[in-house]
């Protein structure tokens, strides 16, 4: 008969900052909300979540996948094409990322991630184009591996980073016209708010012609907070009250619902979409 013996208990190893130690995973806190505005009456936005951690001898790892899309063309087209794109990126990153992490995979550079993510929005455009006629939709993705944020981005949703040390800032470019006319000094970012062709787009899944992505990475330093959602959150709240809600001390959850609750109390005029990740 084996005897097993039980080993005396240690005493707990001090916390460590796992943004100086390379061997210890972040940990994300995920919380998403969503309202279909004052004025709609369909819910044309699409949420995607997906936080994994993986502990064992061998390795540790933290993988976190977030999408939001932002559907257009009316009625059951944004609905359908908000919900084509984001099955069809997650189903590809689902095959190119997170399963060969899963099945023992410790590494992916730059490059294979940057790669993964440019064919996951492709797959995400042809299955719009053959799915959804007459329809399109945004679509933003970050990917968070490690102590990296990986991005990749078509239309008007956004990303933004937000921590102790640095202001809230938005990791994406909007594919507006109004953007353009801004960044070509034609006007200003106060009549950008209220310019009647704010809500048109040169650059959408379901676009075939000029048809870009804009492909980003963003090293993760330091505990941070990580903002995805459509423009029904950003273009009713300024960028200054996002970031003193973000930065709060209220409970994450509470705080997401909060972000909605602002854009609601100014006017609602879209659906608000909105998943808040917090990077410790």
Known sequence: MSIFSRLKKRKPLPTQN??????????????????????????????????????????????????????????????????????AASSSLLSTIVEPVQRGKNALSDEEIKNALENAVNEAQQAVLNQVNGGGTTLTIALVFNKGLHFAHVGDSRLYISSDTHTLQSLTVDHSLVRRLVDLGQISE???????????????????????????????????????????????????????????????????????????????????????????
């Open 18 to 87: 796992a943004f100086n130690n390379e061997a210890i995973p972040v940990t994300l806190e995920v919380n998403i909300a969503q309202s279909l505005g004052i004025t709609r009456n369909r819910m044309e936005d699409a949420l995607y979540t997906l936080q994994i951690n993986g502990v064992n001898v061998e390795k540790h790892y933290t993988l976190g996948l977030f999408m939001v899309a932002d559907g257009m063309g009316g009625h059951i087209h944004g609905e359908m094409a908000s919900r084509c794109a984001i099955q």
């Open 190 to 280: 106060d009549d950008a708010l209220a310019h009647p062709q704010r809500n048109i787009l040169f650059r959408a899944l379901g676009q075939q012609e000029g048809f870009k992505i804009d492909i980003g990475h963003y090293p993760l330093t330091e505990p941070c907070n990580l903002l995805l959602c459509t423009d029904g959150l950003w273009g009713l709240v300024d960028s200054e009250s996002l970031s003193e809600h973000i930065n709060s001390n209220t409970d994450h959850k509470e705080m997401v619902n909060s972000l909605i609750q602002l854009a609601n109390s100014a006017g609602g005029t879209d659906n608000i979409s909105a998943i808040l990740v917090k990077v410790s």
